[in-house]
DNA sequence: AATATTTATTAGGCGAACCTAACTTATTAT
DNA sequence: ATAATAAGTTAGGTTCGCCTAATAAATATT
């Protein structure tokens, strides 16, 4: 009853599952997955008939994917391996939030149940990642949230930079002309009712952003 | 100049490495490598003929493998990887002495210089892992400890275990129960002339192994 | 030296996972 | 409703690593 996949059936798996349920969408479709895994359209739709047959994937010829719950919770355990090494990573080996996201690709897909229940244990049982993404326990249920975007904190509230949504030069310039960087800490000041603007102080400095920049930088909540 | 090779590749250099050098033999043949890594004479030829042109192994049609000093190298720092994984298994995540093995044979292949240094560093720059052998440093150079098996030891001596092959786990898993683990003090009692099997003295315990299992057992004398 | 045995190589094939190019079906715009 | 575009599938080919069966070379035995 222990199905063994390969390390090619797991990333399209948890891809799978990253674009459909952890994005609230339900289906995804061939190219979107292609996209993702930086593949061909056709390779996906092999590996989806490879999938399906295992019963971990179903849909019909020329309709959308949707994973079954086999599926979803292989994937789960997935997602579950890579955050927990990202966290090691992380917190004992000197990894930064740029460089254990690599790692952790190659690390899930060690074939071992008690290597990951004792990682997990050495780690004191861990509920985010460094990203601040959620850990799904040993039996799948993870809450769904935990990272959170800087328009999200409350004002007076303080919080640390995680990562970012938009990738794009122009953005990347402007956070960096900010004193922006991951693990910077950043206090939330005021929101401004007239245009929806915060005022951020980081470091020293005080600093007022958009809306829209806000949405764009992820946090994790100071407690 | 940064070769990267797959995973199957590494584990043929390795092998090589493990039944040439760390056996002095110098030289393996196909079949003796076949045996090894489970898998085909034809096979092995045919990898050979890839490590061959990438200049890791020397050798001429029918002749017998060796390594290039290229080829040394790179099995080395697998070797370094395995023992730096088995080390950290066996501290730091509960695993015991015949389950590290078969976990560090597939965490020895994670592509990432960073991971490997930061790990060593976290242990504390070891010099030997869970079984007593020698773990290479970042240059390559590990000390080849003359090890004596159990067999070689005289009726009525003494002596204490520094390690075990690494082989099987049918193997360990008798070793362990046993009692005999890293620094078991065992007397030879008889050597008997029959079959060769050898009587031991474990503790308050006396037991009797076959010559292939003491032969595979690695001890330092008592002095 | 001739023969038997062991060891190494080649030939031909298979499955996994990938690709491109051509095609079919579904969706959207006119 | 028709045409244009997007999305999904199929066909055919590549590389990698494995296999078995047949063959060739090296080594050991008589
Ligand atoms: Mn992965
Ligand atoms: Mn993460
Ligand atoms: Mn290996
Ligand atoms: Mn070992």
Redesign the interface.
Known sequence: MDIVLSKNEEDYLKALFQITVESNMGVAGTNQLALNLCVSPASVNGMIKKLRSKKLVKSERYGKLEMTSQGKTIAIQLVRKHRLWETF?YQ????SWD?VH??AE??EH???D??IK??NS?LGNPDSDPHGDPIPDETGNFSKKSKKNLAQIEEGKSCTVVSVKDASVAFLQMVSKLGIGLQTEIMVKNHHEFDASRTLLIGEQEHQVSLKFAENVFVKERV
Do not use: A, G, H
């Not at 004992?92 to 990894?95: A, E, Q, S, T």
């Open positions: 990573l004992y080996l000197d990894f460089e690599e790692v190659q690390l060690i074939k071992s008690k290597l004792q990682l050495f």
